[in-house]
């Protein structure tokens, strides 16, 4: 019944009136409609921009986190080479002095250098490369002294070499799995030994310092408050403003195991829900991340969703306001048409 006398009504009116209600419905859904389309490619543009600038920074910061810890464990171990081979110098003199036999000399050496630990099981070692590239025995070494290892593709690099930074592959007989190391070599020439000083690479976070990082990583900031962080693929926090320790079991407040799903993927876009660290409350974050696989390290860069849509709500308004004014203006029109 009701709606026989609505459309009773309608029948009744004017065809002026008709006119007038047929062009404003159009208007308010064209209006409605074109500003909702607007609202959305804006705001998905926005997203994109805020999504390449998160990439491309991240691209950019583990480009310059690889060279930085690279420099730093370089530095590192050519420190460390450069002081053993001053030791070894010492004992040379003092062989050279006859204040010590040669015998003597290099069997001090070898209990001093073995006692060295470089990182948690790194150490140091010494070649004898007096007859290379034939033989290349190993005059100290904790797990194969003796051995003559001229096989070895990256012995006969260092041979040539003498002086330098070298990475390899290396597993040693105790050892289940080949695994990679770095290692910076210095020649001694009176007794033609090439000294080594190596870590594994997955330990270099022991060797890195990472106060280094903070001159560059800080700094960096997106929309009002995101910030850059690294941890590694076990969930350790490397550097990050807020975090420390072991996040890898972290969740947001939704129980999504976002720090997991970062560990697995190792490369990606990932939004989570977090409380802020200001305020408590939860909000959604949009993070680009990158594996650095020489370091098992993985590099993000994050930002707040509602920080990113800031600017929608200027746009919003304006997009009401300019409905709005469409409509003043467009309703006394459409009223003379009518007529």
Not at 80 to 109: F, N, P, Q, S
Not at 110 to 116: C, G, I, Q
Request: aromatic share 12%; charged share 25%.
């Amino acid at each position: 019944m009701k709606k026989r006398k609505i459309f009773q009504m309608i029948r009744d009116l004017k065809i002026r009136t008709k006119l007038l209600l047929v062009y404003a419905v159009l208007l308010v859904i064209t209006v409605t409609f074109g500003s909702l389309a607007v609202y959305l490619v804006v705001r998905g543009n926005i997203r994109q921009s805020m999504e390449n600038e998160l990439v491309n920074t991240t691209e950019a910061l583990r480009n310059m986190v690889r060279a930085a810890a690279t420099t730093a464990v370089k530095t590192h171990l050519r420190g460390i080479a450069e002081e053993r081979l001053h030791d070894i110098e010492h004992m040379y003199l003092l062989v050279e002095e006859e204040k010590l036999t040669k015998a003597e000399a290099r069997m001090r050496i070898s209990k001093m250098l073995l006692a060295d630990v470089i990182g948690k099981t790194g150490y140091i070692f010494v070649w004898d490369v007096s007859r290379a590239p034939e033989s290349i025995p190993l005059v100290v070494h904790p797990y194969i002294q003796g051995e003559d290892v001229a096989y070895v593709d990256f012995v006969q690099k260092a041979a040539r070499l003498k002086n330098g930074y070298i990475e390899y592959d290396w597993k040693n007989p105790h050892e289940i799995d080949t695994r990679k190391k770095s290692m910076y070599i210095a020649y001694f020439e009176p007794w033609d030994w090439v000294l080594a000083a190596a870590s594994y690479r997955e330990e270099f976070l022991d060797l890195v310092d990472i106060d280094d990082f903070q001159d560059f990583i800080a700094p960096m900031k997106f929309a009002e408050s995101g910030y850059s962080f690294i941890f590694d693929i076990r969930g350790n926090s490397v550097f990050h403003p807020f975090a420390s320790g072991n996040v890898y079991d972290a969740n947001d407040v939704n129980g999504h195991y976002f720090v997991r799903e970062m560990c697995e993927k190792r490369n990606g876009i990932i939004t989570y829900s977090l409380q802020s660290p200001d305020d408590g409350i939860p909000r959604r974050k949009l993070t680009a991340y990158r594996y650095i696989p020489e370091y098992e390290w993985i590099v993000a860069s994050s930002s707040y969703l509602d920080e990113i849509y800031a600017p929608l709500k200027k746009l919003g308004f304006i997009i009401f306001m300019t409905a709005l004014l469409s409509m003043v203006i467009m309703l006394p029109l459409m009223l003379w048409v009518s007529s």
